[in-house]
C-alpha cells in the first residue's frame, strides 16, 4: 500500500485530505460526469500501516459488506468500493452538516435543557432510533437477521445534517453474525464512556447496547454535563459499571418527567429492563413530548442547526469549493497525533475484575477502528458557545479552535515513574525468574513498532499482552525513525503501569 494517494480513485477525482482516525483515512473527491454532472464523495481507505495486516482488512471488509446493506434515510450509506492496486477505498455521500453535540452538546458553558431543547434532543434521538432499528432489523439473503449491533453510538457519530436530516455513522466496529472477523474475549470494541455495562464488561451484547448507548447521548444533552465520562478510562468504566445514574429531571428540572423516564429505562443497567427494541424506545420519546409539543421535526430541526452553526459549516463549505485541484499525488492526511480533530473508536481489554482488586490497570485503551465524525462531539456550535468550524464528508466534523473531548480515552495515561524510566543502556536485572507471567499494555500515538528485550513484537497498540515477570527493555519506534528506550517491570501474575506514549 502506497502513503500516496492517485489524483484519481476509479471515477472519481480526488481533491484533497480530510483527516486520520484510529482505521481509516478520509479524502473529499468528486464524480464528474457528462453533461456538467458533478457530486462530491468521501472516500475512506484503510490506512496504510494497518494494510498489510490481515486482521484490519478483515474488519474493513466487513464494514464495506454491512454497510451495503444499509440503505435508510436515517444511515450514510457506502455506494461503491474502488480497488487500486492494494488499495481499497469506501466511497460515500459528501454531507454538509455538524455532529449531534455540536447542536445539542454538553461542554463549556452548556446549561441544562428547558423544555424547548427537550423537544428538540428528542427529536434528534427519534430519527437515531429509526436508523438503528433499520440496522437491527437488517437480514441476510435467506431472511435470516443478521443480529447487528452497532457498538460505537456517540455524540459523534449521529450527524445532523443542514436538512434537519440525522445520519448514523461509522459501523466499522459493527457485530454482525455474518462478519468474518470476531472480537476475542476480554476485548471490548466502542467508546467507554458511552458503553452498555454488559459491553465493557465482556460479556454478549443485543441491540440493547445500543439503546443504553443512545440513552448516554441524550442524557448527556439534556443536562449539559458528561454522564461516565471521568479523568482515566478506569474510573471512567468503573462509573459506567457501578455509579449511580441520576435522572435527567432532577438535573434539568424543566425537562418533562416523561422523557426523563424514558431516558432512565433505557439506561438501565439490565439490559432485560431497558425497551427491546429502538422502535420501543422512539415511541415512547414520541409518546413522552406528545402534551409537550411533539418531537421536532427535521424542518424544525434544520432551522436550529442553521441558527446555530450557519457560519461554522458555510465557513466549511468555502474551504471545501477554494480546494486546490487533485495534483499528481494526494499526500495522506495528517495523522491523528498530528490533528486535534480526529475521535477514534476505542478498544477496552482485560474483563472486569473482582470488587477486591477493581480495574488494577490504568487504561488498557487503544485506538483501533473507524474514524467516525470526529472533533465536534460535545462542543456545541450554539448552546455550548463553541466556535468550532464544521465539515462533513459522511463522517467528519472538524474543529478549527480546540482539541476533541474523547470520554474514552480521557487523555493520556501517566506511566507510573516508578515501573517506568528513560533506559541509558546498562544491564538491566530481570530479577529471579517466576513461573507465573505478568502482562503489559503499550500503546503510542503515531503507532510505533516495539521490540522487547530485543525481540521484535510488532506495532502499537498492544495491549494486555503476556510477560514474563521482572524488569524488561522496550523499545519503540517510528516510521520516520524517531525512538524511545524505556524499562518496564512487570508483576508476577498482575499488569504493568500502561504505557501511552505521545511523541
Given at each position: 500500500?502506497?502513503?500516496?494517494?492517485?489524483?484519481?480513485?476509479?471515477?472519481?477525482?480526488?481533491?484533497?485530505?480530510?483527516?486520520?482516525?484510529?482505521?481509516?483515512?478520509?479524502?473529499?473527491?468528486?464524480?464528474?460526469?457528462?453533461?456538467?454532472?458533478?457530486?462530491?464523495?468521501?472516500?475512506?481507505?484503510?490506512?496504510?500501516?494497518?494494510?498489510?495486516?490481515?486482521?484490519?482488512?478483515?474488519?474493513?471488509?466487513?464494514?464495506?459488506?454491512?454497510?451495503?446493506?444499509?440503505?435508510?434515510?436515517?444511515?450514510?450509506?457506502?455506494?461503491?468500493?474502488?480497488?487500486?492496486?492494494?488499495?481499497?477505498?469506501?466511497?460515500?455521500?459528501?454531507?454538509?452538516?455538524?455532529?449531534?453535540?455540536?447542536?445539542?452538546?454538553?461542554?463549556?458553558?452548556?446549561?441544562?435543557?428547558?423544555?424547548?431543547?427537550?423537544?428538540?434532543?428528542?427529536?434528534?434521538?427519534?430519527?437515531?432510533?429509526?436508523?438503528?432499528?433499520?440496522?437491527?432489523?437488517?437480514?441476510?439473503?435467506?431472511?435470516?437477521?443478521?443480529?447487528?449491533?452497532?457498538?460505537?453510538?456517540?455524540?459523534?457519530?449521529?450527524?445532523?445534517?443542514?436538512?434537519?436530516?440525522?445520519?448514523?455513522?461509522?459501523?466499522?466496529?459493527?457485530?454482525?453474525?455474518?462478519?468474518?472477523?470476531?472480537?476475542?474475549?476480554?476485548?471490548?470494541?466502542?467508546?467507554?464512556?458511552?458503553?452498555?455495562?454488559?459491553?465493557?464488561?465482556?460479556?454478549?451484547?443485543?441491540?440493547?447496547?445500543?439503546?443504553?448507548?443512545?440513552?448516554?447521548?441524550?442524557?448527556?444533552?439534556?443536562?449539559?454535563?458528561?454522564?461516565?465520562?471521568?479523568?482515566?478510562?478506569?474510573?471512567?468504566?468503573?462509573?459506567?459499571?457501578?455509579?449511580?445514574?441520576?435522572?435527567?429531571?432532577?438535573?434539568?428540572?424543566?425537562?418533562?418527567?416523561?422523557?426523563?423516564?424514558?431516558?432512565?429505562?433505557?439506561?438501565?443497567?439490565?439490559?432485560?429492563?431497558?425497551?427491546?427494541?429502538?422502535?420501543?424506545?422512539?415511541?415512547?420519546?414520541?409518546?413522552?413530548?406528545?402534551?409537550?409539543?411533539?418531537?421536532?421535526?427535521?424542518?424544525?430541526?434544520?432551522?436550529?442547526?442553521?441558527?446555530?452553526?450557519?457560519?461554522?459549516?458555510?465557513?466549511?463549505?468555502?474551504?471545501?469549493?477554494?480546494?486546490?485541484?487533485?495534483?499528481?499525488?494526494?499526500?495522506?492526511?495528517?495523522?491523528?497525533?498530528?490533528?486535534?480533530?480526529?475521535?477514534?473508536?476505542?478498544?477496552?481489554?482485560?474483563?472486569?475484575?473482582?470488587?477486591?482488586?477493581?480495574?488494577?490497570?490504568?487504561?488498557?485503551?487503544?485506538?483501533?477502528?473507524?474514524?467516525?465524525?470526529?472533533?465536534?462531539?460535545?462542543?456545541?456550535?450554539?448552546?455550548?458557545?463553541?466556535?468550532?468550524?464544521?465539515?462533513?464528508?459522511?463522517?467528519?466534523?472538524?474543529?478549527?479552535?480546540?482539541?476533541?473531548?474523547?470520554?474514552?480515552?480521557?487523555?493520556?495515561?501517566?506511566?507510573?515513574?516508578?515501573?517506568?524510566?528513560?533506559?541509558?543502556?546498562?544491564?538491566?536485572?530481570?530479577?529471579?525468574?517466576?513461573?507465573?507471567?505478568?502482562?503489559?499494555?503499550?500503546?503510542?500515538?503515531?503507532?510505533?513498532?516495539?521490540?522487547?528485550?530485543?525481540?521484535?513484537?510488532?506495532?502499537?497498540?498492544?495491549?494486555?499482552?503476556?510477560?514474563?515477570?521482572?524488569?524488561?527493555?522496550?523499545?519503540?519506534?517510528?516510521?520516520?525513525?524517531?525512538?524511545?528506550?524505556?524499562?518496564?517491570?512487570?508483576?508476577?501474575?498482575g499488569s504493568a503501569a500502561p504505557l501511552d506514549l505521545r511523541w
Amino acid at each position: 500500500m502506497s502513503n500516496a494517494v492517485p489524483p484519481t480513485i476509479g471515477r472519481y477525482q480526488v481533491i484533497a485530505p480530510l483527516a486520520t482516525g484510529g482505521m481509516g483515512e478520509l479524502f473529499v473527491a468528486r464524480r464528474a460526469g457528462a453533461g456538467g454532472f458533478a457530486r462530491l464523495v468521501v472516500l475512506k481507505r484503510l490506512r496504510v500501516e494497518l494494510g498489510a495486516t490481515a486482521g484490519y482488512r478483515a474488519m474493513f471488509f466487513d464494514e464495506a459488506r454491512l454497510a451495503a446493506r444499509l440503505t435508510h434515510p436515517n444511515v450514510c450509506e457506502v455506494t461503491d468500493l474502488e480497488d487500486v492496486g492494494d488499495d481499497h477505498y469506501l466511497v460515500m455521500p459528501y454531507l454538509e452538516g455538524v455532529a449531534l453535540g455540536a447542536v445539542v452538546g454538553a461542554g463549556a458553558g452548556a446549561t441544562p435543557a428547558d423544555a424547548a431543547e427537550a423537544r428538540i434532543v428528542a427529536g434528534l434521538l427519534v430519527q437515531a432510533c429509526d436508523g438503528l432499528d433499520h440496522a437491527h432489523e437488517l437480514t441476510d439473503d435467506a431472511g435470516a437477521p443478521l443480529g447487528v449491533v452497532h457498538r460505537d453510538v456517540s455524540p459523534g457519530n449521529v450527524f445532523v445534517t443542514t436538512d434537519g436530516v440525522v445520519k448514523l455513522l461509522d459501523f466499522g466496529v459493527a457485530k454482525a453474525n455474518d462478519a468474518s472477523t470476531t472480537t476475542d474475549q476480554g476485548v471490548v470494541k466502542g467508546k467507554l464512556a458511552y458503553m452498555a455495562p454488559e459491553q465493557l464488561a465482556g460479556g454478549a451484547i443485543d441491540r440493547r447496547a445500543d439503546l443504553f448507548a443512545l440513552g448516554v447521548v441524550g442524557w448527556e444533552a439534556l443536562t449539559g454535563r458528561s454522564l461516565f465520562a471521568r479523568g482515566s478510562a478506569s474510573l471512567t468504566a468503573a462509573a459506567v459499571l457501578d455509579e449511580p445514574i441520576p435522572r435527567v429531571d432532577a438535573i434539568a428540572p424543566a425537562v418533562p418527567p416523561a422523557l426523563a423516564d424514558v431516558l432512565a429505562r433505557a439506561l438501565d443497567r439490565a439490559p432485560a429492563r431497558r425497551p427491546a427494541t429502538a422502535a420501543a424506545l422512539r415511541e415512547a420519546l414520541e409518546a413522552a413530548l406528545r402534551d409537550h409539543g411533539g418531537v421536532a421535526r427535521a424542518p424544525e430541526l434544520a432551522k436550529v442547526v442553521a441558527a446555530r452553526c450557519g457560519p461554522a459549516i458555510a465557513a466549511a463549505r468555502e474551504r471545501v469549493r477554494a480546494a486546490a485541484p487533485a495534483r499528481p499525488e494526494v499526500a495522506a492526511p495528517a495523522t491523528t497525533a498530528e490533528r486535534p480533530d480526529a475521535m477514534p473508536t476505542t478498544v477496552w481489554t482485560g474483563a472486569r475484575p473482582g470488587r477486591a482488586a477493581r480495574w488494577p490497570w490504568a487504561a488498557g485503551v487503544a485506538a483501533v477502528a473507524t474514524l467516525g465524525a470526529t472533533a465536534l462531539a460535545w462542543r456545541g456550535c450554539g448552546r455550548a458557545g463553541s466556535t468550532a468550524v464544521a465539515i462533513d464528508a459522511a463522517a467528519i466534523a472538524i474543529d478549527a479552535g480546540a482539541a476533541p473531548v474523547d470520554a474514552a480515552v480521557d487523555g493520556p495515561v501517566a506511566p507510573d515513574a516508578a515501573a517506568v524510566a528513560i533506559d541509558a543502556g546498562a544491564p538491566l536485572d530481570t530479577g529471579p525468574r517466576v513461573r507465573k507471567p505478568g502482562w503489559v499494555s503499550i500503546d503510542s500515538t503515531p503507532y510505533a513498532e516495539l521490540t522487547i528485550d530485543g525481540r521484535a513484537v510488532g506495532p502499537t497498540p498492544y495491549i494486555h499482552k503476556p510477560l514474563a515477570a521482572g524488569r524488561h527493555r522496550v523499545r519503540a519506534t517510528l516510521a520516520d525513525g524517531r525512538s524511545r528506550t524505556l524499562t518496564v517491570d512487570v508483576p508476577e501474575g498482575g499488569s504493568a503501569a500502561p504505557l501511552d506514549l505521545r511523541w
